[in-house]
């Protein structure tokens, strides 16, 4: 599993250079069979990371360009009369792939958006009556602009919730900068990547995460962070139950990446922000102070009690 994920690293950064953080952050969304949102101004490689993860893997991968006009049925299929067996046919949409990249999700309506919420929950679509399963692997990777904010529709909390981690990619160094220059004409193109791991090791990996111990401490510990949110002055809405199973679930991801067996307290703590963050709602006050879920996992972290690795 660790010898897997630094190869993927590896092969990614050939596309997204000076930002190996990020990347194996969204890996660790990847193997732990969540969905990932990327947020960050324009040009800074969100699509690229993207197709790059979405190329790296073998199986299907699709790319939805999500606008005003998307209809929820470009998003699942739609059924069709065929004259010729005289019978509706299915004609699947985008969401049917081992990867889906859903470009500038806030642009569509809200009622495309949640033609989605479905197949991030269950791993199914239901159209006209007929339940269609997606994978395993089936996994969403959408990007928004948080800057240009006319004409979008910002995602509701119940869509955030669904999310295993949102991560921001930033500015790269000024070094990483001046290579990225360098290497202009010589440097790799997402699509030119060529799968190098297939759908069958995404299961097998997820099969050895399962494994992966979670002390009876780190669990408390887990809770207590959730907790601490819902009853956080600065927030409105706390962290759902569904987060700190995620929480839990991608430390296992990073305890397996790094090659070990057994979940430590740092890995929860490396982990909480790009896992909890999105699905907290500051107050009024909260974001008139700038506060945000950000600021509050990490106060959060600074305050609570650590556990020992054995808890």
């Not at 699509?191 to 009876?216: M, N, Q, S, W, Y």
């Not at 995620?246 to 296992?252: D, E, F, I, S, V």
Request: one cysteine or more; hydrophobic letters at 45%; charged letters at 25%.
């Amino acid at each position: 599993m660790d010898q897997m994920f630094r190869k993927l690293v590896d092969h990614i950064e050939q596309v997204i250079q000076g930002k190996r953080d990020v990347i194996q952050l969204a890996l660790v969304c990847l193997f732990s069979e969540g969905h990932l949102l990327i947020e960050d101004v324009p040009g800074v490689g969100k699509t690229s990371l993207a197709k790059a993860i979405a190329r790296s893997v073998g199986g299907t991968w699709r790319r939805i360009q999500f606008t005003p006009d998307l209809l929820p049925s470009d998003v699942t299929g739609v059924s069709i009369w065929n004259r010729a067996t005289n019978e509706f046919e299915f004609r699947p949409g985008g969401v049917f792939a081992s990867v889906l990249l859903a470009d500038e999700i806030n642009r569509a309506s809200p009622k495309t958006q949640s033609a989605l919420l479905e197949a991030m929950e269950e791993g199914q679509v239901t159209v006209d009556g007929h339940t269609y399963r997606l994978g395993p692997p089936f996994m969403v990777i959408a990007t928004q602009n948080p800057i240009e904010l006319e004409g979008t529709y910002p995602l509701p909390e119940a869509q955030l919730d669904r999310f295993l981690m949102r991560i921001e990619i930033g500015y790269p160094d000024r070094d990483a900068e001046v290579g990225i220059l360098e290497a202009d004409r010589g440097h790799a193109a997402a699509g030119d990547l060529a799968p190098i791991i297939d759908e069958a090791d995404l299961v097998e990996a997820g099969r050895l995460i399962g494994r992966v111990h979670v002390a009876e401490g780190l669990r408390d510990y887990i809770v207590a962070i959730a907790d601490a949110t819902r009853r956080h002055p600065a927030l409105t809405l706390g962290a759902s139950p569904r987060g700190a199973l995620g929480l839990q679930r991608a430390a296992r991801t990073w305890a397996a990446a790094s090659g070990r067996d057994f979940v430590l307290p740092d890995d929860v703590k490396r982990l909480a922000v790009p896992v909890l963050a999105h699905r907290l709602v500051p107050n009024v006050e909260a974001d008139l102070r700038g506060i945000d879920g950000g600021d509050v996992i990490t106060e959060l972290l600074g305050a609570l009690p650590v556990p020992g690795a054995t808890g």
